[in-house]
């Protein structure tokens, strides 16, 4: 019987998130469509189920409430900040509501295979991390994967710029010719230039967006180069060489500490593994650890050890170049 109410429960709450993921995340062109039918078709009138319109209606409202809060604060730009970052297409109110509904459902989860409240804190905690991980782990890769691609970058600005291109035109063939994200950071540089920001501006909004420490190079030896003049294409070449340079001594150094990392994602998992497996193997020899208090007093001891013996070895194999 518990295990029927845990599948019903998990297909449920799946349910409910791929409803809100295509109907309010996925779905925004398809209420475009809607609103110029309603303006082709005026004679036609849409009628809404009862239960679609009060859900739509409680939601939009939801949302209003917390971007009314979230405006008085200055975490709201801090959100918005790290979204863009991740290139992550939603709203601080948005992502906000998101949280609330993992909160709730990972909470819900490891109270119904725990059976006991005082898990529920631990849950909460859980699921207000996971968002936050995800962003990260987003905002991360997405900058990883444009720190990649910037030399190839710099390099076709210098092609450009010694074949008698201005400045903004050499930013136009550089989006015209990467990939994702240097395309898009790209098109809005050149976007912000059109409605008449400096090149200054734009490519402080750009480092803004993007907090590489290359780009950071790039971009104040432009601005230098604007200010007092000399040949840009030069000294372009000269960073695109360094930049190279330290992208090949951060492949020496993570290949070096690649046994540190793995140890350390064996010191943080083998416990959790083992655990899993036993539970699997003799149910009612784990359950004790979640239904005495000893028990949940040394799980805690456990989580946290294992928790700083990975972040220690972490540390120790993060060497910054």
Same mark, same amino acid.
């Given at each position: ?163 008698? #291109?201005?400045? /903004?035109?050499? $930013? ?5 010719? *990467?990939? @994702?994200? &240097? ?106 650890? #979640?239904?005495? /208090?000893?028990? $949940? ?5 456990? *989580?946290? @050890?294992? &928790? ?14």
């Amino acid at each position: 019987m518990k295990s029927l109410l845990i599948i019903t429960f998990l297909l449920f709450t799946f349910f409910l998130f791929t409803f809100i993921f295509q109907k309010i995340f996925l779905a925004k062109h398809k209420q475009m469509e809607l609103r110029v039918k309603q303006y082709l078709l005026q004679d036609e009138k849409e009628v809404f189920e009862p239960v679609k319109f009060k859900m739509m209606l409680d939601f939009r409202l939801t949302k209003q409430r917390i971007k009314r809060r979230l405006e008085k604060k200055d975490k709201n730009n801090l959100i918005e900040k790290e979204l863009i970052q991740a290139g992550i297409p939603l709203k601080p109110e948005e992502f906000i509501m998101f949280r609330w509904i993992s909160i709730a459902l990972v909470a819900g989860i490891i109270y119904l295979f725990i059976n006991s409240i005082f898990v529920l804190p631990l849950g909460a905690f859980i699921g207000a991390i996971i968002p936050k991980y995800i962003v990260k782990n987003k905002k991360a890769a997405r900058l990883k994967k444009f720190n990649a691609g910037l030399p190839e970058m710099i390099s076709t600005i210098i092609g450009a710029l010694r074949a008698g #291109f201005s400045f /903004p035109q050499a $930013l136009q063939s550089v989006m015209e010719e *990467s990939a @994702s994200p &240097i395309k898009e950071e790209m098109a809005t540089v050149l976007k912000e230039m059109q409605y008449g920001a400096t090149v200054e501006e734009a490519l402080n909004h750009l480092k803004e967006r993007m907090p590489s420490e290359d780009l950071d190079i790039m971009i104040q030896a432009i601005i230098i180069q604007r200010q007092v003049g000399g040949n840009l294409a030069t000294v372009l070449e000269t960073i695109v060489q360094t930049i190279r340079d330290r992208i090949k001594i951060q492949g020496q150094i993570s290949t070096l500490t690649a046994q540190g990392r793995m140890s350390g994602m064996v010191v943080g998992l083998l416990p959790v593994v083992l655990g899993g497996l036993i539970f699997i193997i003799e149910p009612n020899y784990m359950s004790v650890l #979640f239904t005495h /208090p000893i028990g $949940l007093v040394l799980i805690g001891i456990a *989580s946290v @050890s294992c &928790i700083l013996g990975f972040v220690f070895i972490r540390k120790l194999t993060t060497i910054e170049v």
